[in-house]
């Protein structure tokens, strides 16, 4: 297994490096400057850029970006917070550890949730219970987070005036209500969905059918049975589905004005603060790629017949 996650790890720094030097090309194909505005003159674009290292050759700024990565220096920002070290602002001044309070939250609640209507749903499989958990569980994959959370707010906090119009920092319980349903809600239906179909192959299999001929109680089956052998394609599905909920959605944290990492990633964006969208993405990246070999390696706790190696090894 250790030679194995150290291939994941130097692959994984591979995979880093495509996503760096892919979205820094793509970030500056866009014509325009970061430092173009309406009382902005040639001159001063230009002692701006040569300031910030930007008037060199596309490929040395590249490779100065994963020098300085490499030595843990992610930058400063351009415009945002200009001359503010890009590492202070996603970890030190609370925007990504709010984004993974909201994330873990939500990503929380859809596994607590999902799972066990799913196998609500797979159990009693042609029942009335089954055909309403199908149908509310496949409006809530089609129904678009934007969608829900406009209608959350407007119900609850505007018309019934029962929760927070403005969530800000997660404080209250009140004000993680909307927030984190309209993350999570999507995602509960979508585990349930998969929970459902997984465990209806389980429960069709042979041994299944033996512990039901030996009066197995029903509870057992399930849990013990059943559900270990039907996580596996769940627990792929919730591996990139973490690192994306943790750094929390887009839509969510500028509807709920959540000051998160991912509200603060679309005005930089925007504004073309280039570090910081930089350091942004290989944060995500770094997430996701890391949530792969975690779930990598819980097929293995899940299923110990699942051996950890390569095809050559």
């Not at 030595?71 to 917070?81: P, Y």
Request: aromatic letters at 10%; glycine letters at 6%; charged letters at 15%.
């Amino acid at each position: 297994m250790i030679i194995y996650i150290l291939k994941r790890i130097g692959a994984a720094l591979l995979t880093l490096l495509v996503i760096m030097s892919i979205t820094f090309f793509l970030m500056n194909a866009i014509p325009g400057s970061p430092f173009l505005t309406e009382k902005s003159t040639p001159q001063q674009i230009e002692l701006a850029n040569k300031k910030y290292g930007l008037d060199k050759p596309l490929i040395v700024q590249l490779k100065n970006y994963v020098v300085n990565y490499l030595k843990g220096d992610l930058g400063t920002s351009l415009k945002m917070q200009e001359g503010t070290p890009v590492k202070d602002i996603i970890f030190h001044q609370g925007k990504f550890i709010l984004s993974i309070k909201l994330g873990l939250w939500s990503l929380a609640i859809a596994v607590l949730i999902g799972i066990p209507l799913g196998c609500i749903a797979a159990y009693n499989r042609g029942s009335w219970l089954d055909g309403f958990l199908r149908v509310m569980t496949t409006v809530g994959v089609a129904i678009p987070t934007f969608v829900l959370a406009t209608l959350l707010l407007a119900t609850f906090a505007v018309k019934l005036g029962w929760l927070d119009t403005i969530s800000g920092s997660l404080e209250s319980a009140k004000s993680m209500i909307m927030p984190i349903l309209s993350m999570s809600f999507y995602y509960i239906c979508y585990v349930a969905k998969l929970t459902r179909t997984s465990m209806l192959d389980a429960i069709n299999q042979d041994y299944i059918r033996t512990a039901r001929a030996k009066g197995v109680k029903r509870n057992i089956i399930i849990l013990k049975h059943a559900l270990r052998n039907s996580l596996i394609p769940v627990i792929t599905y919730l591996g990139p589905v973490t690192a994306g909920i943790i750094t929390g959605s887009f839509v969510v944290e500028s509807t709920f004005s959540i000051p998160g990492l991912g509200k603060y990633y679309v005005q930089c964006v925007m504004s073309r603060d280039y570090p910081v969208i930089m350091a942004t993405t290989v944060v995500l990246s770094a997430l996701v790629i890391f949530m792969n070999l975690v779930v990598d390696v819980a097929y293995k706790v899940v299923d110990p017949r699942i051996t950890l190696t390569n095809k050559e090894d």
